[in-house]
């Protein structure tokens, strides 16, 4: 059964801090492994990742895939209040695009 | 705003009823996906259409079904619902290929009574 476990399941800093959050796999047919940020309700999309080693990168977020090792980072630098969320890391496992989730971290930003 | 429309927002009812969820793919996307989200769990995946057909199956009880019309909007269907089914339901759509993300809608909260 292919599975998606992220850690940690949740974390709390302080605004200005640098957190990384980690998500590892192991499924039958890796396509690809993304990244997206739950607020309220719908889940948006960060990041889609196929190669390894090589960082995406999009304001104070960015993220790396090991195709090796299985795992994947998302860091978020300088962290703000509006950074806090839900950070879901999904893998595409089959041919139609078919993702299988991890359960989250919920990040929780303080003044 | 991600285009992908759920309807309704919030849905509250009675165990052994039977509710339906609506929702409308973004414009040009072809392929539209159900997924489960429980409090305690991640999104869990439930059944992909694409352009009106069955594409993938997950653990989709036999409870529920769905289906996708000619106008590519797609409904899903849950009978004899049970406090357990409580759960937000999302819809996410994409053209249909291979390796491409995912927009997802806002989500219909189903409370089981």
């Known amino acids: 059964e292919d599975k998606v476990v992220q850690s940690p399941l949740s974390l709390v800093v302080h605004e200005g801090d640098t957190v990384t959050l980690n998500c590892s796999y192991e499924?039958?047919?890796?396509?690809?492994l993304l990244w997206y940020k739950q607020e309220k309700k719908a889940p948006t999309f960060l990041f889609m990742l196929?190669?390894?080693?090589i960082e995406k990168k999009s304001g104070r977020l960015s993220s790396i895939l090991d195709k090796k090792e299985l795992f994947s980072i998302l860091n978020i630098t300088a962290t703000q209040t509006g950074d806090s969320a839900i950070y879901l890391c999904?893998?595409?496992?089959?041919?139609?695009?078919?993702?299988?989730f991890g359960t989250g971290t919920r990040l929780q930003v303080t003044l | 705003d991600s285009g992908v429309t759920q309807t309704p927002k919030h849905l509250i009812t009675a165990t052994g009823q039977r509710v339906t969820l609506r929702c409308s793919p973004r414009?040009?996307?072809?392929?539209v996906y159900w997924y489960q989200q429980s409090l305690d769990q991640g999104l869990q995946f439930l059944i992909q259409?694409?352009?009106?057909?069955?594409?993938a199956k997950g653990n989709i009880l036999e409870r529920f079904s769905a289906q996708q019309f000619p106008d590519l909007h797609s409904e899903l269907n849950l009978s004899s619902l049970e406090l357990g089914d409580s759960a937000l339901y999302f819809c996410?759509?994409?053209?249909?290929?291979?390796?491409?993300?995912?927009?997802f809608g806002s989500g219909t909260q189903l409370s089981v009574l």
């Open positions: 996410a759509s994409s053209f249909g290929g291979a390796d491409e993300k995912l927009f």
């Open positions: 499924v039958t047919n890796f396509r690809s």
């Open positions: 196929t190669s390894s080693g």
């Open positions: 999904a893998v595409n496992t089959g041919t139609a695009s078919k993702l299988t």
């Open positions: 414009s040009g996307d072809l392929s």
């Open positions: 259409y694409y352009n009106g057909e069955e594409r």
